[in-house]
């Protein structure tokens, strides 16, 4: 009987509590909110000023451009066609960027087409044969994102190559390329094949692959330009068509012998090319000078760290307090290079010149971030002393350095 009037009584509340709440109109919601806790905030920032040391701010010497007479304008120079500058982002590929926009000056100046070539797609495949080195190398191989100009002639020849629109090489949404992450993992992974000693090169290449692919994307094994279809290689075959046997990579270093071709022994000529040309400076330098003036622009690679290289004049000079400009020669050359105060680490495309109180400057394009911070966006001012002294070389069409290429035996 209690047990009776027991589910009688729960029966009854259940359904009056059911009835109450179906009359009620004003049921609770739930929303997402952020956490917020301003006086513990409040906290926090008192201590930390409290803490707060008296910041040091790093300070470079560089040189003071008061009063240097610059160039100003991109219309001062004598220029070729390019395609407007673009940022490489966080990359360590500006010997991509400036040796496509290269090639896309010399579609234009031999075919007369304004192309536009996609750097990734370089990319890509440049690091599967860096990969695929060090792993037949054991890991004695560099695996970086640096390169050579030249190193984009050897993956044209073999993968082809695409139009940007084919393969950017970002995510939706994503602005400015960023290997960061994506090379970091590369590299762990190889590292840690190479503590291992398993060297499975096809297991290898595959695990490099999946890693662009998440970051990069899949490059394309076909796309279409204005109604047809193209392989990458019939693309370069058909719609490039350039000769990457027609350029030449010109050189000038001491220590090595002059009108022979030669190794540029840095790391980021990673396969060991031994096809740079060397010759003597003034050589070099008169070649550069007399080529921008037929027409010609060239990739060109070298040091940017110096004193008298600075962003926010655009502007790349030698200081005297340096080395005065009459004392720039072989030997100042080879001796910033042996003692490492001079480096590949740049890579640049030279599109124009201007003659200014007897001596060259040159205009030149560049990717990197630092030539953004001026008001002619993407571009530097290089002095002709500058070049001489701490660019290293030059790739450029076989046909604009004619008489030096006669010099050399083979």
Same mark, same amino acid.
Request: aromatic share 14%; hydrophobic share 30%.
């Given at each position: 009987?209690?047990?009776?009037?027991?589910?009688?009584?729960?029966?009854?509340?259940?359904?009056?509590?059911?009835?109450?709440?179906?009359?009620?109109?004003?049921?609770?919601?739930?929303?997402?909110?952020?956490?917020?806790?301003?006086?513990?905030?409040?906290?926090?920032?008192?201590?930390?000023?409290?803490?707060?040391?008296?910041?040091?701010?790093?300070?470079?010497?560089?040189?003071?451009?008061?009063?240097?007479?610059?160039?100003?304008?991109?219309?001062?120079?004598?220029?070729?066609?390019?395609?407007?500058?673009?940022?490489?982002?966080?990359?360590?590929?500006?010997?991509?960027?400036?040796?496509?926009?290269?090639?896309?000056?010399?579609?234009?100046?031999?075919?007369?087409?304004?192309?536009?070539?996609?750097?990734?797609?370089?990319?890509?495949?440049?690091?599967?044969?860096?990969?695929?080195?060090?792993?037949?190398?054991?890991?004695?191989?560099?695996?970086?994102?640096?390169?050579?100009?030249?190193?984009?002639?050897?993956?044209?020849?073999?993968?082809?190559?695409?139009?940007?629109?084919?393969?950017?090489?970002?995510?939706?949404?994503?602005?400015?390329?960023?290997?960061?992450?994506?090379? &970091?993992?590369? @590299?762990? #992974?190889?590292?840690? !094949?190479?503590?291992?000693? +398993?060297?499975?090169?096809? *297991?290898?290449?595959?695990?490099?692959?999946?890693?662009?692919?998440?970051?990069?994307?899949?490059?394309?094994?076909?796309?279409?330009?204005?109604?047809?279809?193209?392989?990458?290689?019939?693309?370069?075959?058909?719609?490039?068509?350039?000769?990457?046997?027609?350029?030449?990579?010109?050189?000038?270093?001491?220590?090595?012998?002059?009108?022979?071709?030669?190794?540029?022994?840095?790391?980021?000529?990673?396969?060991?090319?031994?096809?740079?040309?060397?010759?003597?400076?003034?050589?070099?330098?008169?070649?550069?000078?007399? &080529?921008?003036? @037929?027409? #010609?622009?060239?990739? !060109?690679?070298?040091?940017? +760290?110096?004193?008298?290289? *600075?962003?926010?004049?655009?502007?790349?000079?030698?200081?005297?307090?340096?080395?005065?400009?009459?004392?720039?020669?072989?030997?100042?050359?080879?001796?910033?290079?042996?003692?490492?105060?001079?480096?590949?680490?740049?890579?640049?495309?030279?599109?124009?010149?201007?003659?200014?109180?007897?001596?060259?400057?040159?205009?030149?394009?560049?990717?990197?971030?630092?030539?953004?911070?001026?008001?002619?966006?993407?571009?530097?001012?290089?002095?002709?002393?500058?070049?001489?002294?701490?660019?290293?070389?030059?790739?450029?069409?076989?046909?604009?350095?004619?008489?030096?290429?006669?010099?050399?035996?083979?």
């Amino acid at each position: 009987m209690k047990k009776l009037i027991a589910c009688l009584l729960t029966t009854v509340f259940i359904l009056s509590a059911s009835m109450s709440f179906g009359q009620d109109e004003n049921k609770s919601k739930g929303i997402f909110v952020e956490p917020k806790n301003e006086f513990y905030d409040e906290i926090l920032k008192t201590i930390g000023e409290f803490k707060k040391q008296e910041k040091t701010v790093d300070k470079t010497f560089k040189m003071d451009f008061t009063g240097v007479n610059l160039p100003n304008s991109l219309d001062e120079f004598k220029s070729y066609w390019h395609n407007p500058p673009i940022s490489q982002g966080e990359t360590g590929t500006c010997w991509d960027f400036s040796t496509t926009s290269f090639f896309e000056s010399e579609v234009y100046r031999i075919h007369k087409k304004q192309l536009k070539f996609s750097e990734m797609y370089t990319d890509y495949w440049e690091y599967a044969e860096k990969a695929k080195r060090f792993i037949e190398e054991r890991g004695n191989s560099a695996f970086g994102e640096g390169s050579e100009a030249n190193a984009v002639q050897k993956i044209w020849k073999k993968y082809g190559v695409v139009p940007e629109e084919a393969y950017t090489g970002m995510k939706p949404g994503q602005i400015f390329h960023d290997h960061s992450k994506m090379y &970091a993992e590369m @590299n762990d #992974y190889l590292q840690n !094949i190479k503590k291992s000693n +398993s060297w499975n090169e096809e *297991e290898a290449i595959s695990t490099i692959k999946s890693i662009m692919n998440h970051y990069m994307g899949v490059p394309p094994e076909k796309f279409t330009v204005e109604g047809k279809e193209y392989t990458p290689k019939e693309y370069f075959e058909k719609i490039v068509d350039l000769n990457m046997d027609d350029y030449v990579d010109i050189f000038s270093l001491l220590e090595k012998p002059y009108w022979q071709k030669v190794e540029y022994t840095v790391e980021d000529n990673w396969w060991h090319n031994k096809d740079y040309y060397n010759v003597p400076l003034d050589e070099w330098l008169n070649a550069i000078k007399k &080529a921008v003036r @037929n027409g #010609y622009t060239m990739a !060109i690679g070298g040091d940017v +760290s110096e004193p008298g290289y *600075e962003s926010h004049v655009q502007a790349a000079m030698i200081p005297t307090f340096d080395i005065p400009s009459a004392y720039i020669d072989e030997n100042a050359r080879e001796f910033r290079f042996s003692n490492h105060t001079t480096t590949d680490d740049h890579g640049i495309h030279l599109v124009g010149y201007e003659n200014k109180d007897g001596k060259d400057w040159f205009l030149i394009k560049d990717s990197g971030s630092g030539s953004r911070n001026a008001k002619n966006k993407g571009y530097y001012f290089y002095h002709e002393d500058y070049v001489k002294l701490k660019m290293m070389d030059f790739l450029i069409h076989k046909d604009a350095v004619k008489d030096l290429l006669s010099k050399f035996k083979d």
